[in-house]
């Protein structure tokens, strides 16, 4: 099962930025830029640097407009993808890097810099070459053999073992408010135990591995996300922003035990992993993004007849 990949991931997603820029190295790097378009870095110091005038003739863009990039995410760049020289660092540069005599101080950047800028900069053409490139070498980065971690990952005990712990759990609880549950907490007991019994009788039945799990389930039992009720971040929108912007993912429904009544319920093949992966990429851009119910709104997700345009800003 193949996940398109959309250019605005890399816009919105600092992590994902960060993590293609992990998996290349300087020489690959220059090699994705002078793919779109040629682009000399002066060698100073045994390595490649370019100065803001020179990032705004490769992109095509302003140079207030590769400022305000910098300025705006300059928590995300690392040390070794942009310098501001000063003092001797900037008379040492000042011919190589083509500096007026007069410059007092430069912002300088790295190919890995400049290519954190080309997945910044929505407003150039250059720039959303280069993240097209970039997504290519993303989609292909399964097949590269990861690394194994020799520390054996945590498992879950028996579906019987919790089952019994959420009882007894019940029943504490019970004798603690003098059996006055909140009534959110008792359906989700239930919702729990539903669930858990599902689980263990599909498995006795049938032997299956399959685990069809929702949204909001998945990202608080999978993912320790703690998914509000209410808010810009709320529950209902994060099953919106997946049916959204990764209808790929599946449209299966089954009837779910929600607020004390059955209802209708989006659930994703959790036990396919491209589909738990699109449901993680998912769900931490939710969490990730400022304001999810105006993005929502934008890709036309609360209309009723409108078709729905995957856009996210």
């Given amino acids: 099962m193949s ?21 290349l190295d300087d020489e690959s790097v220059q090699e994705v830029l002078s793919k779109a378009k040629a682009i000399v ?7 490649g640097w ?32 942009t310098k501001k020289l000063t003092g001797k660092d900037l008379s040492d540069a000042r011919s190589k890097l083509e500096l007026a005599s007069r410059t007092a101080q430069a912002r300088v950047f790295s190919p890995s810099g400049t290519l954190r800028i080309a997945m910044l900069l929505t407003e150039s053409e250059v720039a959303a070459q ?30 019987e073992q919790r089952l019994q712990t959420l009882v007894e759990a019940m029943k504490t609880l019970a004798e603690l408010t003098g059996g006055r549950l909140n009534p959110y907490m008792e359906q989700h007991f239930q919702y729990f135990a539903a669930n858990l019994l599902a689980q263990h009788n599909q498995q006795a039945l049938s032997g299956s591995k399959e685990k069809w799990m929702g949204v909001v389930n998945f990202a608080e039992s999978e993912l320790g996300k703690k998914v509000p009720l209410s808010g810009s971040h709320y529950r ?10 990764y209808p790929q993912l599946g449209e299966r ?4 035990l929600v607020n004390g009544t059955q209802q209708p319920v989006y659930v994703y093949a959790c036990h396919d992993p491209m589909v738990a992966s699109g449901l993680t990429k998912a769900i931490e851009e939710f969490f990730a ?4 119910t105006a ?6 997700a609360f209309a009723t007849k409108k078709p729905r345009v995957l856009v996210k800003k």
């Fill in 3 to 23: 996940l398109p990949l959309n250019q605005n991931v890399l816009v919105e997603s600092p992590s994902l930025r960060t993590s293609a820029l992990s998996n």
């Fill in 41 to 47: 870095f002066a060698v100073w110091n045994g390595e």
């Fill in 50 to 81: 370019a100065t803001v005038e020179q990032l705004a003739q490769y992109f095509q863009s302003s140079i207030p407009a590769i400022k305000y990039i910098y300025e705006r995410n300059s928590k995300e760049f690392q040390a070794k993808e």
């Fill in 130 to 159: 280069v993240r097209t490139i970039i997504l290519e070498l993303v989609a292909a980065v399964p097949n590269i053999t990861p690394k194994v971690d020799p520390t054996p990952a945590p498992t879950l005990p028996p579906v």
């Fill in 236 to 245: 209902g929108h994060l099953g919106t922003w997946v049916r959204t912007f």
């Fill in 253 to 256: 429904q089954e009837m779910r």
């Fill in 289 to 292: 993004h400022p304001n999810p």
């Fill in 295 to 300: 993005a929502l709104r934008t890709a036309g």
